[in-house]
T-cell receptor, first 113, second 112 residues
Framework: NAGVMQNPRHLVRRRGQEARLRCSPMKGHSHVYWYRQLPEEGLKFMVYLQKENIIDESGMPKERFSAEFPKEGPSILRIQQVVRGDSAAYFC???????????FGSGTQLSVL | KQEVTQIPAALSVPEGENLVLNCSFTDSAIYNLQWFRQDPGKGLTSLLLIQSSQREQTSGRLNASLDKSSGRSTLYIAASQPGDSATYLCAVSSGGNNRLAFGKGNQVVVIP
């Protein structure tokens, strides 16, 4: 049973470009969460999704950031017109139920030049 | 807003000693508390999850306690080994939807 798979592991973008981060949850998990870890800071919640639905996006910046979890395929975190302050490690997690143990992926390290 | 603090930020102990890591949180109305381990360049591994109605959880050499009223949790690692070297993160769920508030972690080095 593969764990939570995130790709790419490292992503380099220039300012103004778009970044797409992918996350495939563990088999049987329908709850997906995205967290961001900025340098020298703790992980911060961004968004919680179930299949085809955004349940809680209270941690998402109001502009440029969006997330989806389609019926088929991985969850996508999309950042438009990236800026240097978006440089961070982005972690995806999944769980089988709403309040059950979270399983994290290895993260995507985004670097904005 | 839930604030989670972990003290100390970093510590080194000789192999075989017991480790005690502290976590405090400001809002005692929590759903559960989890301890994670993070290795450099890797994701998080869940170690223990304590529901709000529980006082402690144990797994092998690990024991975590929870005192909701005082807003504290302690992770205890018995007979530390070099392989225990990592960053340990405490995370609190207040809203019941796995929206976790994380501390900045305890960076542990176990010296052989």
């Amino acid at each position: 049973n593969a764990g939570v798979m995130q790709n790419p592991r490292h992503l380099v973008r220039r300012r103004g470009q778009e970044a797409r981060l992918r996350c495939s949850p563990m088999k049987g998990h329908s709850h997906v969460y995205w967290y961001r870890q900025l340098p020298e800071e703790g992980l911060k919640f961004m968004v919680y999704l179930q299949k085809e639905n955004i349940i809680d996006e209270s941690g998402m910046p109001k502009e440029r950031f969006s997330a989806e979890f389609p019926k088929e395929g991985p969850s996508i975190l999309r950042i438009q017109q990236v800026v240097r302050g978006d440089s961070a490690a982005y972690f995806c997690a999944s769980s089988p139920g709403q309040n059950e143990k979270l399983f994290f992926g290895s993260g995507t390290q985004l670097s904005v030049l | 807003k839930q604030e989670v603090t972990q003290i100390p930020a970093a510590l080194s102990v000789p192999e075989g000693e017991n480790l005690v890591l502290n976590c405090s949180f400001t809002d005692s109305a929590i759903y559960n508390l989890q301890w994670f381990r993070q290795d450099p360049g890797k994701g998080l591994t869940s170690l223990l999850l304590i529901q709000s109605s529980q006082r402690e959880q144990t797994s092998g050499r690990l024991n975590a306690s929870l005192d909701k009223s005082s807003g504290r949790s302690t992770l205890y690692i018995a007979a530390s080994q070099p392989g225990d070297s990592a960053t340990y993160l405490c995370a609190v769920s207040s809203g019941g939807n796995n929206r976790l508030a994380f501390g900045k972690g305890n960076q542990v080095v176990v010296i052989p």
